[in-house]
């Protein structure tokens, strides 16, 4: 079975504040996917990252980074810097598997994000 | 080049009446999925799809049915709509890389 836990619910910073958004993932096959996408308050959602299990390389991109680690299952997101826009919901999703499994979406609870001036 | 579309965008069912919601996809995507999300329950997978023809039950499909006839398209219906069926229901298909996710339908069932 897949699952996504985002242990954070809401979190609260003042803008210019670091923030770590945490997803610890579940899942017993050795290929899968990892997504992180972002949801502002219009509604829509929008693509971050995707990152496959053969590949720990932590990414950065400008001022966001992910970090991947199997050991603990988990792969959290660092906004650095943070502004009033990056207010949002985030997400983490997974897919795992081979085959009809690994087309198989599964998301976390999301984390509202709120970023105070 | 439109991605993905929802329709409607908003719906207000009465209790027991039924609906379909329609998913468009133009990127020739194998993968279409249905979610519904909810306050404090994230995205929760309903029903999806793996190809023309085929589907599969998500998370939650109960109250649910769902039809891939063509490959551009997945419907979403409601047989007798529930006040617990009330909630924003979003589309996304996929290819090899990221699912890319239509505006969301916003439906109440009173």
């Known amino acids: 079975a897949q699952k996504v836990t985002q242990a954070q619910t809401e979190i609260s910073v003042v803008e210019k504040e670091d923030v770590t958004l945490d997803c610890v993932y579940e899942?017993?096959?050795?290929?899968?996917?990892l997504f992180w996408y972002k949801q502002p308050p219009s509604g829509e959602l929008v693509f971050l990252i995707r990152?496959?299990?053969?590949?720990?390389q932590n990414e950065i991109s400008g001022r966001y980074s992910w970090n991947f680690q199997k050991s603990t299952s988990s792969f959290n997101f660092t906004i650095t810097a943070s502004q009033v826009v990056d207010s949002a919901v985030y997400f983490c999703a997974l897919s795992a598997g081979r085959g009809q499994g690994a087309q198989k979406l599964v998301f976390g609870q999301g984390t509202r994000l709120t970023i105070n001036p | 080049n439109a991605g993905v579309t929802q329709t409607p965008k908003f719906r207000v069912l009465k209790t027991g009446q039924s609906m379909t919601l329609l998913c468009a996809q133009d990127?020739?995507?194998?993968?279409m999925y249905w979610y519904r999300q909810d306050p404090g329950m994230g995205l929760r997978l309903i029903h999806y799809s793996v190809g023309e023809g085929t589907t599969a039950k998500g998370e939650v499909p109960d109250g649910y049915n769902v039809s891939r006839l063509k490959k551009q398209n997945f419907l979403l219906g409601l047989e007798s709509a529930a006040p617990s069926q009330t909630s924003v229901y979003f589309c996304?298909?996929?290819?090899?890389?990221?699912?890319?996710f239509g505006q969301g339908t916003r439906l109440t069932v009173v």
């Open positions: 990152r496959n299990s053969f590949d720990e």
């Open positions: 899942t017993r096959d050795t290929t899968y996917y």
């Open positions: 996304a298909s996929r290819g090899r890389t990221e699912a890319f």
């Open positions: 990127m020739n995507h194998e993968y």
